[in-house]
């Protein structure tokens, strides 16, 4: 197959597409340039010189020049519009923003379709980790058990001061953010919402289940108290923030995001900084894991450049498990053993919601619970009480 030559128009200057300009200009074996690069700021001063930037999509997506749009920006809907009306004048797209993916996939999906051009976003999900070609290459659906794992580099780097320097959660997610980890709006980190996005797109290329983002139910870390992190480091134990994709049966998927305590012969273990890790599991291969670098400049460049190479040879993906999937669907039928902290004041009234308690403890302030609950009233509880209480998962029931 003969190799295209690409020419970019680039939205976004930041941390991505800087680091993008930079491992492009690298990349010798690739044919690829960038034509424009769209900035929102004009008064910013940037390390490459003005002509390069222009402040007008439409200096991109009208010129009939430029083949590939690259959308590296944080506004999620902006971004859609971007790759909308790229798609509709016949453009390929490379794009991170997992947000945009998760809240539009529907209809990006029969975008593609409907105007026979590739949309690639490898970099959306884990960074430098080729998970989405992987589970859309190699994996079938029909073995496929599950798949789980650290999604997100921002939270990993936080509870990884948090547990290996004693470093305080708001410390730890300042430095977070100084360097560039963390997004513009912390909350979508560290409340399991950018992990979420990421979750339903795995779910699309391992079961074939498109959703929207109401069917993901996600429990971040924010409100995670020294209670919780006292009763891990007692017990050898780390928090990681985890996503669950299981196969409960040949029809139903257990979906999740929530903290987890992991044990030293986990393979999450040893899962640091910002880095990502994910587990998949088959009928016949058992367990396969991978991780690499999920958050930063260079890594996510990486994956985007990867992209980019694969459209010089009009790559795209298949969707086949989109396409064979008729039975899959998420349920709420299930159950999970966690540790549930509260004010001590409400232990009573939550008690009723758990079906086993194992153990319980409190003091003049906070109390917690280690039972096994469901996942319904999991979700209850969590819905009515969104600040002053946190749920770690012990394991799935």
């Known amino acids: 197959m003969s190799k295209k030559k690409l020419i970019i128009?680039?939205?976004?200057y930041g941390v991505v597409g800087s680091g993008l300009y930079e491992v492009l200009?690298?990349?010798?074996?690739?044919?690829?340039?960038?034509?424009?690069?769209?900035?929102?700021?004009?008064?910013?001063?940037?390390?490459?010189?003005?002509?390069?930037?222009?402040?007008d999509k439409f200096d991109i997506l009208n010129v009939d020049e430029i083949n590939t749009v690259v959308?590296?920006?944080?506004?999620?809907?902006?971004?859609?519009?971007?790759?909308?009306?790229?798609?509709?004048k016949g453009k390929s797209v490379?794009?991170?923003?997992?947000?945009?993916?998760?809240?539009?996939?529907?209809?990006?999906?029969?975008?593609?379709?409907?105007?026979?051009?590739?949309?690639?976003?490898e970099a959306s999900v884990c960074g430098s980790i080729p998970i989405i070609r992987n589970l859309e290459e190699y994996y079938n659906n029909d073995f496929l058990q599950s798949i789980e794992g650290i999604v997100n580099g921002s939270t990993n780097y936080i509870l990884t001061k948090i547990f290996e320097e004693n470093m305080s959660f708001p410390d730890a997610l300042k430095e977070a953010q100084e360097k560039?980890?963390?997004?513009?709006?912390?909350?979508?980190?560290?409340?399991?919402?950018?992990?979420?996005?990421?979750?339903?797109?795995?779910?699309?290329?391992?079961?074939?289940?498109?959703?929207e983002p109401k069917d993901v139910f996600n429990v971040g870390i924010q409100?995670?108290?020294?209670?919780?992190?006292?009763?891990?480091?007692?017990?050898?134990?780390?928090?990681?923030?985890?996503?669950?994709?299981?196969?409960?049966n040949e029809k139903e998927i257990i979906t999740l995001v929530i903290p987890k305590f992991i044990s030293a012969n986990s393979s999450f273990s040893n899962v640091n900084d910002v880095f990502n890790g994910v587990k998949v599991q088959t009928a016949f291969a058992d367990k396969q894991f991978f991780s690499g670098r999920g958050a930063g400049s260079f890594p996510t460049a990486s994956a985007v450049l990867s992209d980019i190479s694969a459209l010089g040879y009009d790559y795209r993906y298949e969707y086949k498990k989109i396409q064979q999937n008729e039975d899959f669907c998420l349920t709420e039928d299930f159950h999970l053993k966690v540790l549930f902290r509260h004010s001590v004041e409400k232990s009573d009234y939550f008690k009723n919601d758990f079906e086993e308690i194992e153990e319980f403890y409190g003091n003049k302030e906070e109390a917690y619970f280690v039972g096994k609950v469901s996942f319904k009233n999991l979700k209850k509880i969590s819905t009515e009480n969104p600040d002053d209480i946190s749920f770690v998962l012990i394991d799935l029931c």
């Open 223 to 248: 409100n995670l108290s020294s209670l919780e992190l006292a009763y891990a480091k007692e017990k050898n134990l780390q928090i990681k923030l985890l996503v669950y994709a299981h196969k409960k």
């Open 71 to 88: 959308e590296l920006i944080d506004d999620s809907e902006a971004a859609f519009e971007i790759v909308k009306i790229a798609m509709e």
């Open 180 to 211: 560039g980890y963390a997004e513009s709006n912390p909350i979508l980190d560290t409340g399991g919402f950018d992990a979420r996005s990421k979750l339903q797109i795995l779910l699309a290329h391992s079961f074939g289940i498109i959703t």
């Open 9 to 12: 128009g680039l939205f976004g």
């Open 94 to 121: 490379v794009s991170a923003n997992k947000k945009m993916i998760a809240e539009h996939f529907q209809e990006i999906y029969d975008l593609q379709k409907k105007h026979n051009v590739s949309f690639l976003y």
């Open 25 to 55: 200009h690298q990349a010798k074996n690739l044919d690829a340039s960038i034509k424009k690069i769209v900035v929102k700021h004009p008064e910013k001063i940037r390390n490459i010189s003005a002509e390069h930037f222009t402040y």
